[in-house]
């Protein structure tokens, strides 16, 4: 076992997709892969994170980390020789935890609605949204990155979401780069990191299968 | 202004009230604390959480600080030479930051239906509540605080939330007392400590303001 590192994951996950993989890639930690369907509740889910049942979850030598967020901060603090993920200064990195939530809280739950629901309900869901993406622009401003020069918390928050934008826009009707400049722009930096790039899932495929989760859920 | 340390707070609070406060008094910090109602909105809200809109609001070299486990980090990383809030260990942090946010995200929803809603809505509420103190307390086990023997981060979180115990009791008409025996003597371990004593608010005027705010939620 020793330093073993082990992450349970699901390829198209919200959350669990990139969050943690780019944090891992960034600090060129190695580790073994296991795919988990959250909504199969496999045992080895239920016995890694017996109180949420959600992925991602980080193993390492033996003891589980749940929460990506919490897994970013924990990588950070074992792996800390390496690329920080974090700002030194506690100001900073209050507002990077600040920013990272705001991602983690706010956009999951109107995400879904917007690709998975009809009428009132996705209309309120995707101005709900848009607000939050407006929310989250106006705070990045002019920065390369969220903290300024260097890619880290907030960035690795976002780009572990970015691949559901295609199907977002697609349910949404609507062109993220058309109404969010700068947040695409912010993305499209993300992207040239080769820690998101072999992190994230890709787009098409997102959107095939939030296709087939969309019908899935109106038969439910 | 130089180390000025100021509280945006409001005394009956479910989750303002009490965390960070009992982290300031832990440290030692003195803060002008600043009386201020999140229904309100006031323009002092507005102009320093302007995202979320909520108490408490932590304002230190006139930068402010918002969502207490947050500012519950940045106190601890700010003051570090005092009384250490969270563990040192990566993984014992990560587990506090867990349970922590367990508190954070799991009682305020169905704690605020306890006594503000009726009927099956009150009914749903309440078991779900039951069900996140049965977890907490199994998760505390036999130890004297979360930590071991040292109060820290997450007693903290769970102390900024007592004060409403008696008001969901009442309102619930069950006793966590006699359901939760080990969370109960866990509550009354951390009532010994000071900072907790001057920080909470007093269960009984919590009550009286929980009849207020549920005839308001009717009349609205």
Redesign the interface.
């Given at each position: 076992m020793a330093d073993e590192v082990i992450l349970l994951d699901y390829w198209p996950s919200m959350f669990g997709m990139g969050t943690t993989k780019i944090a891992l890639a960034e600090k060129g930690v190695a580790y073994e892969y296991k795919e988990t369907d959250p909504r199969a509740k496999t045992s080895s889910l239920i016995e890694t994170n017996p109180?949420h049942k959600k992925i991602p979850v980080l193993i390492?030598k033996g003891?589980q980390?749940?929460?990506p967020l919490?897994?970013l901060?924990?990588i950070d603090?074992?792996w800390s020789d390496t690329y920080p993920i974090l700002p030194s200064d506690?100001?900073q990195?209050?507002q990077a935890?600040?920013w990272g939530?705001?991602i983690d809280k706010k956009f999951y739950d109107p995400s879904w609605k917007v690709w998975g629901t009809t009428g009132e309900e996705q209309v309120t869901a995707k101005k709900e949204l848009l607000e939050h993406f407006k929310?989250l622009e106006t705070e990045l401003g002019d920065k390369t990155y969220y903290g300024g020069d260097v890619f880290g918390f907030v960035d690795i928050a976002l780009m572990g979401y970015y691949s559901w934008f295609k199907a977002i826009e697609k349910f949404g009707e609507f062109s993220i780069e058309a109404e969010f400049p700068k947040l695409t722009q912010w993305t499209k930096r993300c992207l040239e990191r080769e820690s998101v790039v072999m992190s994230i899932a890709d787009s098409d495929k997102i959107v095939e299968y939030a296709y087939v989760l969309r019908r899935k859920l109106r038969a439910e």
């Open positions: 109180i390492h003891k980390i749940c929460e919490i897994q901060e924990y603090e074992v506690p100001y990195k209050a935890r600040f939530a705001f929310t």
